[in-house]
C-alpha cells in the first residue's frame, strides 16, 4: 500500500459571490485510482456537511518513500508546462488578490 495526496475543489457560493477551494487529503492504497476513490467519498461527505460543490475534480500524487510519511514529507506535486515569466505566473496562478490566505506581519502572504 502507497501512500497518496489526493486534490479536489469545490465551490463555495453566498451572496457576495463565489470562492473556490482546493483541499489535499491524505490516503493509503493500492493504486492512484483507489486512493481517488477513497478521496471522492470523503469529498462528497466534506461539501455535504458543509454545504459546498463537490466539483468532481481530483488530482493525486503518490508520496515518495516508504512507511508512514513524516515532517517534510511532499504530500503533492504539480508540473504545469508555461512561457510566463516567474512573476506573471505566480500572478494568474496563485496570487491573484482575490485569495483567501493569512498573511505575515510584512504584509506578504504566508505560505
Do not use: K
Not at 51 to 59: D, T
Not at 76 to 97: C, H, K, M
Not at 98 to 104: H, N
Request: aromatic fraction near 12%; hydrophobic fraction near 35%; proline fraction near 5%.
Amino acid at each position: 500500500m502507497n501512500w497518496y495526496g489526493v486534490r479536489c475543489v469545490f465551490e463555495w457560493t453566498a451572496a457576495s459571490g463565489r470562492s473556490y477551494e482546493e483541499r489535499i487529503t491524505l490516503w493509503q492504497a493500492p493504486s492512484a485510482d483507489d486512493a481517488i476513490a477513497l478521496a471522492e467519498v470523503e469529498a462528497e461527505t466534506y461539501a455535504r456537511e458543509s454545504g459546498v460543490e463537490y466539483l468532481g475534480f481530483a488530482q493525486s500524487y503518490r508520496l515518495g518513500g516508504h512507511g508512514v510519511p513524516g515532517a517534510g514529507a511532499e504530500v503533492f506535486s504539480l508540473l504545469r508546462d508555461s512561457s510566463l515569466e516567474p512573476s506573471a505566473y505566480l500572478d494568474a496562478y496563485f496570487d491573484t488578490g482575490a485569495e483567501r490566505q493569512q498573511s505575515l506581519p510584512d504584509g506578504s502572504p504566508d505560505g
